[in-house]
């Protein structure tokens, strides 16, 4: 497998974590958007904040492995 592909499931892997953890804190705290263009559970800045923590995490993942 390539570094490319390993970078991107990586960070796809991410990405799917952040968003379980946000599900699952909207389902308990009962704080459901009514804007949600994704199942009705994820507004368009839960999605943009996803994508930037998983392009941040996948990127300190990748220079701390280059330091080692």
Do not use: P
Not at 2 to 13: H, N, R, Y
Not at 30 to 55: K, M, P, R
């Amino acid at each position: 497998m390539s570094a490319l592909s390993k970078k991107i499931i990586f960070g796809i892997s991410v990405f799917t974590v952040f968003m379980i953890i946000a599900t699952v804190l909207k389902l308990v705290s009962g704080q459901q958007t009514e804007e949600g263009i994704l199942f009705g559970l994820f507004s368009e800045t839960d999605l943009l904040l996803g994508l930037a923590v998983a392009v941040l995490v996948t990127y300190n993942r990748e220079r701390k492995r280059k330091q080692e």
